[in-house]
């Protein structure tokens, strides 16, 4: 059976960069650096979400002597996940202003 | 005498037996670095429905410039892969271990606060780095431990090997608490814990598995799991004991120094069971697989005539 734990605040963060440009494929080192997390924590964050369903990727083919390189978008239902968490958040914070003034 | 020059010059034959087989091993090529062999190794650990992950990893790192850059990148993805799960039935085997780990340290940590050990030595806090550096170890024991659980195949072997190993080292000394702290190997009782257990178990290992390699895996990890069973055992001894029991000749003439002392022992002998055993069982693998392999298999006939 599958636990529906809230996602993390790293989860969240990798979530938002995903979402900013949702149709863009995005490599695993450029999207740690943008959201401030190291290897060990960002892959085990995208594992994750690919498990869910919520991450689809795909191969760069390799160029020269290089492997291929792996990328990863939000899908459809990462999408809407993504959305209905902004959604369910500022709903809390309609309900608990004090969020609105400690996000300001 | 002679086990001190086997501890010193084992280590040094090992790391020469490494080097020859493949000296790039230790040295950093530019197609090859450390970071690439330490992510390599660490995604061999994953599970097959991670292998596409892994592989991520190690596109990833093949874009990475800047050796500083590439090493902190690869150590987060190996510690990654180290602990991602599935783990499937090597789980069990982790559990055991961290359980018997645990139980070790609790009762390690629960004899120096209650007996007060370093107290007035070092500033007063000579327990408490004791205390420290145990922990140290045991972490070790299960990080090491944990990366081998995760080899298919060796969990089983490996575990059963130290628990063998366990077994006959108790059925040596004796199973009571007066044993554990008293005992001393002598005789043929030094030839069966140095030499002929761990050799059975890389011997078997090899058989096993039919790979020298997986041998030498399942030696290590008998290794551990026996050192950190005989610690449990033993550290609970002295729990048992306190400070009574046969007075020992180095330990002081307190419970304290006595106590200490017994837990000191159990801290060596952890060390010295551990390097034995992966040490003898280690070359008793290589050793098979080297006969195996040169055991002639029948030839087929040249001509047909059969």
Redesign the interface.
Known sequence: MQRNRPPSPQTVNVLRALAADPARWR???DLGTQVNL???????I??RLADRGLLE?A?EP?VDS?????LCRLTGAGRDFVAALAAARSERSATHPRHLLSEA | MPLFFVFLLAPIAVAIALYRRNPRRFLDGPSEDAPLRLLRWAISLLSPQRAEWGQAMLGELAHLDGRWRRMRFATGCAGAALVMPPWGQAAAGLCAMVAITAASFAVYAGLTVHYRLGAGGWFGVGGWIALAVVLLICVGYLLGASALLRRPGIALPGLIGGLFATLVGLALSGFTAIDQVTYIPTGWHRGVTVLAVPAAIGVAGTLWRRDPAAGRRVARLAALSAGLLQLLYATVAVAILGGGGPPDQDGGFTVRGTVSDRLGNNIVHLAVTTLLIALIGWAAAALTGYLVRRTPTPAADPIGEV
């Open positions: 490599y695993g080192y190291k290897s060990g924590s960002l892959y085990p995208l594992v990727t191969w390799g290089r492997p291929p390189r792996h």
